[in-house]
């Protein structure tokens, strides 16, 4: 059974920083990309962040040199590292594992607000 479980949101000011944690189990998890979503209030889910096995990372352009996406392979573990936040970063940020284009994974989502 494949399970997805996210921590580390909370708030946060305008500048400040977060690490989000994914603890997955239930696959083989070294083989496998591993991606990083959020969805804010009245908008659809947006990808923000993918590593691949080879530790290949991707980001949406609106977090390119604020966050950085990382893995810990022996953990089971993908990690969000997120600085310099922005009010418009405030989201529910969920973890997913896409096993395939018809089966994929989320995590429970943990929400993330930036304000002061």
């Known amino acids: 059974q494949v399970q997805l479980v996210e921590s580390g949101g909370g708030l946060v000011q305008p500048g400040g920083s977060l690490r989000l944690s994914c603890v997955v189990s239930?696959?083989?998890?070294?083989?496998?990309?591993m991606n990083w979503y959020r969805q804010a209030p009245g908008k659809g889910r947006e990808l923000v962040a993918s590593?691949?096995?080879?530790?290949?990372?991707n980001y949406a352009n609106s977090v390119k040199g604020r966050f950085t996406i990382s893995r810990d392979n022996a953990k089971n573990t993908v990690y969000l590292q997120m600085n310099s936040l922005k009010p418009e970063d405030t989201a529910v940020y969920y973890c997913?594992?896409?096993?395939?284009?018809?089966?994929?994974?989320w995590g429970q989502g943990t929400q993330v607000t930036v304000s002061s």
């Open positions: 997913n594992f896409p096993r395939s284009p018809s089966s994929t994974f």
């Open positions: 239930g696959i083989i998890f070294r083989n496998n990309v």
């Open positions: 590593i691949t096995s080879a530790y290949s990372t």
